[in-house]
């Protein structure tokens, strides 16, 4: 049976969350403030944590933080702030999903359900391969030229879908759905300061890309380097070409 940890300070909401999600078959235990939801990740292990960002004692992202140096345990972040800043900064802090409220069981369960299914096929996936780059979704670890990244939870994530689909173009849409799970196009600043970060641990900048491309107007794509430079004319083509296949 999989294991539930409801951390929210409300008493209706949390009963009502912790009856729903035991009704279709989880066990479910919960928290009533950010302190007690620490403990009980150390202590119970679940296999997913539901965290309300508004709790009494500490800041929502405040928990996340510290979860995150104890743990790699999912996390479903809950919150009453429909705002793109909000949640972006939640996920970034390593949450793997949000819903808002007020929500349904019906909806609150399916994101349950998608967060542990990206969690098992991560677990089964093999490693990738580009160039001088391997990346290692099971272990969570890249590298390049045999030299560890040092990557955060989404710089991870984003280098490990744009290689895992090496040599083609993905939209920065797309990416902030899959990556961040903001799937109506928010939050594209977020994707660029990552994506100049991320550029920045594999040695390369938007103007000098090794491995990171953008193809302006339709999105990224990641290619391995022939040679030390970047093939400019191959790279200029492959925009054309791109362009007019749209």
Excluded at 3 to 8: C, K, M, N, T, W
Excluded at 183 to 193: F, I
Aim: proline share 5%; net charge negative; aromatic share 2%.
């Amino acid at each position: 049976m999989v294991s539930l940890l409801v951390i929210e300070d409300d008493p209706g909401i949390r009963s009502a969350m912790v009856r729903s999600l035991t009704g279709r078959g989880y066990s479910v235990d919960c928290a009533p403030t950010g302190l007690a939801g620490l403990e009980a990740v150390i202590d119970q292990v679940p296999d997913l944590v539901l965290l309300d960002l508004g709790l009494p004692d500490l800041d929502g992202q405040q928990v996340l933080l510290r979860v995150r140096e104890v743990s790699d345990v999912p996390v479903i972040v809950v919150t009453a702030q429909e705002s793109d800043g909000s949640i972006v900064q939640a996920l970034d802090a390593g949450a793997d999903d949000h819903v808002v409220k007020p929500f349904g069981a019906d909806h609150l369960e399916a994101r349950v359900r998608a967060v542990l299914r990206r969690r098992e096929l991560a677990a089964s996936a093999e490693p990738v391969q580009a160039g001088g780059l391997r990346i290692d979704p099971r272990c969570r670890t890249a590298e390049l030229d045999g030299r560890a990244l040092d990557l955060t939870r989404k710089e991870f994530d984003l280098l490990h879908l744009l290689a895992a689909r090496q040599g083609q173009v993905i939209s920065k849409r797309e990416l902030m759905a899959e990556v961040w799970r903001l799937p109506y196009g928010g939050g594209e600043r977020t994707l660029d300061v990552h994506l100049s970060w991320l550029r920045r641990k594999l040695g390369e900048s938007g103007l000098r890309p090794r491995y990171v491309h953008t193809v302006h107007g339709i999105g990224i794509r990641l290619t391995p380097p022939v040679g030390d430079e970047p093939n400019s004319t191959g790279d200029r083509a492959a925009v054309e070409g791109t362009r007019a296949a749209s």
